[in-house]
């Protein structure tokens, strides 16, 4: 087998159950997780671990302009009645 092909099959085989915990526990450090989301999800490891870092970049990402929608719209609407409140 080639050195290419060999390389392919490395990013190409499924993460066993231990690669899989090391790659959860690395996720749940604050900062360190966030930096190793871009470092796997872009990076040219592991096909699976590349695909759900990006998966958690993505939901991450609408999460935030979710949160970023609800922020603004209720909280106008707050700004909009404590204003009308000290008219009264």
Same mark, same amino acid.
């Given at each position: &087998?080639?050195?290419?092909?060999?390389? +392919?099959?490395? #990013? +190409?085989?499924?993460?066993?159950?231990?690669?899989?915990?090391?790659? !959860?526990?690395? /996720?749940?450090?604050? !900062?360190?997780?966030?930096? &190793?989301?871009?470092?796997?999800?872009?990076?040219?490891?592991?096909?699976?671990?590349?695909?759900?870092?990006?998966?958690?970049?993505?939901?991450?990402? *609408? *999460?935030?302009?979710?949160? !970023?929608?609800?922020?603004?719209?209720?909280?106008? &609407?707050?700004? /909009? &009645? #404590?204003?009308?409140?000290?008219?009264?």
């Amino acid at each position: &087998m080639s050195e290419m092909t060999q390389t +392919q099959d490395n #990013g +190409q085989k499924p993460m066993s159950v231990g690669e899989w915990l090391i790659t !959860l526990i690395v /996720l749940a450090l604050p !900062l360190i997780g966030l930096i &190793m989301l871009f470092v796997w999800g872009f990076g040219s490891g592991n096909i699976n671990r590349r695909n759900y870092c990006r998966a958690t970049l993505v939901f991450a990402l *609408i *999460i935030v302009a979710l949160s !970023l929608v609800f922020l603004f719209v209720f909280g106008g &609407m707050a700004a /909009l &009645m #404590g204003h009308q409140g000290a008219q009264i």
